[in-house]
């Protein structure tokens, strides 16, 4: 994916007007009112907070449950590029009193800055603004069986940047507190929808200190080809922005690939893959790999780890040996998640022999079939 899909700029307030126009690209009816709407409340918030600054944003640009999914995808990606994109410029002081967001000051990179202009107009920077990212939304909820190549190659970014954005959500995962931490608005807002929207009861939140530890397991088998490509690249993506991550691949037997993805070239990445992973595209025995995961790495499960595995569920070995290893597995991690592409589907029933054995034994069960349910991991993650 080029450049030519986000261009963030150096001044928050011409950001602001171009991701209203990414969010107008993606459906949501937003004109001069909702952007100038947005900007006065950034004189109202402390931009520093950055649960503060979604919050707002989310409040003012998305009135109901599919705007808020659009503008929770459109969020992520596009400021989260818009931080590493002022790597490249030269540091500019901020203006007095104004702070920007810490997600868009990662490495201590300038971040942009609220235009201290007074009378601003919207309409005229959303003219000279660059075109934001904008692939379809027909792509973005598109089954990943159903790629070109061309589509691969265009949402590769798109994955990577996914996947940046689940890793700093997972990273700076919250616990509410009754009395002390900071301020959590959204959960304040919802509590006092009772009180017609006055702050009465306020809540607040701590940062949780451990950090969680992931393992990911992928089936590489062959009724797993269609997504494999994909689920890999994710995968790839997911454990170069969050390093406390374990990532094994199987098939007929379990093969750990952590040290395989550390390589900069994802192409020599797949290709290695490919070539050292026995049964890749072959047969499938979930039971017996989850089993060697228990036996060579179990140790290191506890408390503070979540295992991942991807998978259809379709397992050719011991069914009843699928479902002890799933049962030893939950029993000592802080969760188990399954992510099926067949439950992307609507007519999918769980109704296969590995599926039906390892469901008992798993918490999160969901779908990784596009781009919108790899995003939609991060707001499970996050609450483990």
């Known amino acids: 994916m080029t450049e030519e899909y986000i261009v963030p700029h150096t ?17 949501l ?31 003012l640009l998305a009135k109901d449950q599919p705007q808020q999914a659009v ?15 002022q790597s490249t410029l030269p540091p500019e002081p901020p203006p007095p009193q104004q702070q920007a967001p810490p997600a868009m000051k990662a490495d201590k990179r300038q971040a942009p800055q609220l235009s201290p202009t007074a009378d601003h107009d919207p309409e005229a920077d959303e003219t000279s603004a ?11 909820h598109k089954d990943f069986s159903g790629f070109t190549a061309n589509e691969l190659r265009e949402v590769v970014e798109i994955v990577n940047m996914i996947a940046r954005a689940l890793a700093n959500r997972v990273g700076r995962r919250r616990q509410r507190h009754a009395r002390r931490g900071r301020l959590d608005l959204r959960n304040t807002m919802r509590r006092n929808l009772r009180h ?58 379990l093969y750990q690939v952590t040290d395989l993805l550390k390589n900069h070239d994802f192409q020599a990445v797949l290709q290695a893959i490919s070539e050292q992973v026995p049964g890749w595209s072959g047969g499938t025995r979930i039971g017996a790999s989850l ?17 991942l595995v991807m998978s259809d569920g379709w397992d050719t070995g011991d069914i009843d040996q699928l479902a002890k290893a799933m049962r030893t597995i ?6 188990v998640f399954w992510l099926n592409p067949l439950c992307g589907t609507t007519d999918y029933q769980p109704t296969c022999r590995g599926m039906e054995a390892a ?26």
């Open 11 to 27: 001044d928050l307030t011409a950001n602001i007007v171009t991701f209203c126009r990414l969010l107008r690209a993606h459906g």
């Open 29 to 59: 009816p937003l004109g001069p009112g909702e952007q100038s709407d947005v900007l006065r409340a950034m004189a109202m918030i402390e931009i520093g907070d950055h649960p503060q600054f979604r919050s707002a944003l989310r409040t």
């Open 71 to 85: 503008f929770d995808l459109c969020f992520d990606i596009f400021w989260h590029q818009a931080a590493e994109d």
């Open 130 to 140: 660059a075109a934001a990212y904008s692939p379809t939304e027909s792509l973005v």
């Open 196 to 253: 017609g929207g006055e702050a009465l009861d306020l809540q607040y939140c701590n940062r949780k200190h451990q950090k969680l530890r992931l393992c990911l397991l992928m089936d590489v088998s062959q009724s797993m080809d269609l997504y494999s490509h994909m689920l890999v690249q994710f995968i790839y993506a997911f454990q170069n922005a969050y390093r406390n991550i374990e990532s094994f691949v199987f098939s007929t037997s």
């Open 291 to 307: 089993q060697s995961f228990i036996d060579d790495h179990g140790t290191s499960l506890d408390r503070r780890t979540v295992v």
């Open 330 to 335: 939950q029993n000592r991690a802080a969760a």
């Open 359 to 384: 469901l008992p034994y798993i918490d999160v069960f969901a779908a990784a079939h596009n781009l919108d349910s790899l995003r939609a991991l991060g707001r499970r993650l996050a609450v483990v």
